[in-house]
């Protein structure tokens, strides 16, 4: 993978190879790792044990480095991370918190590029402009 995935905070790549990793917690304070494939459009994820996470709950993902959390301040069901492509393009990465929720989008300046995942209907762009 020529993409690396970067903490909007603390800037330090969360990607190992073509997955992401991350923590979670969830409402009730259940914490662990989770992996996302970085490819856009590949809902495939995986859990820590004992970290059991039901369709439709919200996980936080927080960065496993500095510990941030990465939800989006305007659509709080939304993580943001930034994906280096290339060495010098940073597009940012939203994606739904909301397990079972399979929707990402990708935005360049203040520009969409693209929208991803059969649930990509569930937040309109227009607060993804405002939030930039
Ligand atoms: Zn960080």
Redesign the pocket.
């Known amino acids: 993978m020529k993409e690396k995935y970067i903490?909007p905070?603390?800037?330090?790549s969360?990607n190992i190879g073509n997955r992401i990793i991350l923590t979670g917690k969830t409402r009730t304070g259940l914490r662990g790792m989770i992996m996302i494939e970085g490819e856009l459009g590949n809902y495939n994820s995986s859990f820590s044990d004992d970290f059991t996470i039901i369709e439709g709950n919200r996980v936080k993902f927080i960065?496993p480095?500095?510990?941030?959390s990465l939800s989006s301040w305007k659509r709080k069901n939304l993580a943001h991370l930034i994906m280096v492509e290339n060495e010098d393009t940073e597009a940012h990465i939203y994606f739904s918190q909301i397990y079972g929720e399979k929707c990402a989008y990708k935005v360049i300046g203040k520009e969409l590029i693209g929208s991803f995942g059969e649930h990509k209907d569930l937040y309109k762009p227009d607060w993804l402009v405002e939030n930039l």
């Open positions: 903490c905070k603390c800037r330090n969360v960065c480095i500095c510990h941030s």
